[in-house]
T-cell receptor, first 116, second 115 residues
Framework: KAGVTQTPRYLIKTRGQQVTLSCSPI?????VSWYQQTPGQGLQFLFE???????NKGNFPGRFSGRQFSNSRSEMNVSTLELGDSALYLC???????????????FGAGSRLTVL | AQKVTQAQTEISVVEKEDVTLDCVYE???????LFWYKQPPSGELVFLIR??????QNEISGRYSWNFQKSTSSFNFTITASQVVDSAVYFC????????????FGSGTRLLVRP
């Protein structure tokens, strides 16, 4: 059973550019969430999608956006990149057995973004 | 407000030593879930255990064991007879009843097991 796949694994951008990251969840998983990991702020929740709808968003500026397609694949976009956006972006999928806090998230290996 | 504290930034042990990673959490919810994840150098977070707030029974899985104490809001993780392959960053996390997909992570504890 394939795990959560994230592409690209590594990328370098310059300030002001935009970037799109992709995530393919485990087959059958309908919930996809995104996290940002930095040395200073640690792991922080970005947003979560279920059945193409964003259900919740973390405390990030509007430059961070995402979407989910009908096949549950998800993309996140960061526009007008800043140096502080350099991070490991992790995608996680969940089977969504119940909306009760009990769901286990399965993470991908992440996309490491460097902004110069 | 929810918060997870992992006070130990880095721990270094010699192989075969036992090591305990501490986790203290804060939440106002009566129904919540606690998790431990392992992050090896490859980057992905690997799920280790989930515990709900109504189940304070300790759990053992091979060399791993977890001690959940609501009275002290702690969910500590012990590795017995550590091995070099246990070297990784370990994260404790909390989710609440109405936000199953939103994990509040601690800052992580980097464990180095030396041969």
């Amino acid at each position: 059973k394939a795990g959560v796949t994230q592409t690209p694994r590594y990328l370098i951008k310059t300030r002001g550019q935009q970037v799109t990251l992709s995530c393919s969840p485990i087959s059958g998983h309908r919930s996809v969430s995104w996290y940002q990991q930095t040395p200073g702020q640690g792991l922080q929740f970005l947003f979560e999608y279920f059945s193409e709808t964003q259900r919740n968003k973390g405390n990030f500026p509007g430059r961070f956006s995402g979407r989910q397609f009908s096949n549950s694949r998800s993309e996140m976009n960061v526009s007008t990149l800043e140096l502080g956006d350099s991070a490991l972006y992790l995608c996680a999928s969940s089977l969504e057995v119940s909306n009760s806090g009990a769901n286990v998230l399965t993470f991908g290996a992440g996309s490491r973004l460097t902004v110069l | 407000a929810q918060k997870v504290t992992q006070a130990q930034t880095e721990i270094s042990v010699v192989e075969k030593e036992d090591v305990t990673l501490d986790c203290v959490y804060e939440t106002r919810d009566t129904t919540y879930y606690l998790f431990w994840y392992k992050q090896p150098p490859s980057g992905e977070l690997v799920f280790l255990i989930r515990r709900n707030s109504f189940d304070e029974q300790n759990e053992i899985s091979g060399r791993y064991s977890w001690n959940f104490q609501k009275s002290t809001s702690s969910f500590n993780f012990t590795i017995t007879a550590s091995q070099v392959v246990d070297s990784a960053v370990y994260f404790c996390a909390l989710s609440e009843r109405d936000s199953s997909y939103k994990l509040i992570f601690g800052s992580g504890t980097r464990l180095l097991v030396r041969p």
